[in-house]
C-alpha cells in the first residue's frame, strides 16, 4: 500500500520558518513528479510547489517565490519544503503529493496524496 506520511507543520509566528517532509512508502517515487498542495480556510485547494523526479526543474506559485524551497531526497524516499519568511495568509492545510498532473487552465491532481499537515501563522 502506497503512503505519504507528512510532518513537520505547526504554529509559527510571522516572518518564521517551517520545514515539512513528506516520506513517502510502498513503492517508490524516485520517477515520478513530486509537490505540494495547501487549502485555506474557505479556500479551494492550490498547487504551490512541484519538482521533477531528478530534482533538477521547479515550479512555485506566484505568492511563494523566494520564500519557498522544495527538495527531494531519493535515496530517502523524502520531500521537503522550506518556508521562510511565513504569512498569515500561508495559513493552510499543506499536502505532500505524487504524480501530478494537470495544467492551470483545466487544474491539478495528484495520484498520490499525503494526510495533510496544518501550518498556521499568526500576525
Known amino acids: 500500500q502506497v503512503q505519504l506520511v507528512e510532518s513537520g507543520g505547526g504554529l509559527v509566528q510571522a516572518g518564521g520558518s517551517l520545514r515539512l517532509s513528506c516520506t513517502a512508502s510502498?513503492?517508490?517515487?524516485?520517477?515520478?513528479?513530486m509537490g505540494w498542495f495547501r487549502q485555506a480556510p474557505g479556500k479551494e485547494r492550490e498547487l504551490i510547489a512541484t519538482?521533477?523526479?531528478?530534482?533538477?526543474?521547479?515550479y512555485y506559485v506566484d505568492s511563494v517565490k523566494g520564500r519557498f524551497t522544495t527538495s527531494r531526497d531519493n535515496a530517502k524516499n523524502t520531500v521537503y519544503l522550506q518556508m521562510n519568511s511565513l504569512k498569515p495568509e500561508d495559513t493552510a492545510v499543506y499536502y505532500c503529493?505524487?504524480?501530478?498532473?494537470?495544467?492551470?487552465?483545466?487544474?491539478?491532481?495528484?495520484?498520490?496524496w499525503g494526510q495533510g499537515t496544518q501550518v498556521t501563522v499568526s500576525s
Open positions: 503529493a505524487a504524480n501530478i498532473k494537470g495544467s492551470s487552465s483545466t487544474g491539478y491532481g495528484a495520484h498520490y
Open positions: 510502498g513503492r517508490t517515487f524516485s520517477s515520478v513528479n
Open positions: 519538482l521533477t523526479w531528478s530534482g533538477g526543474s521547479t
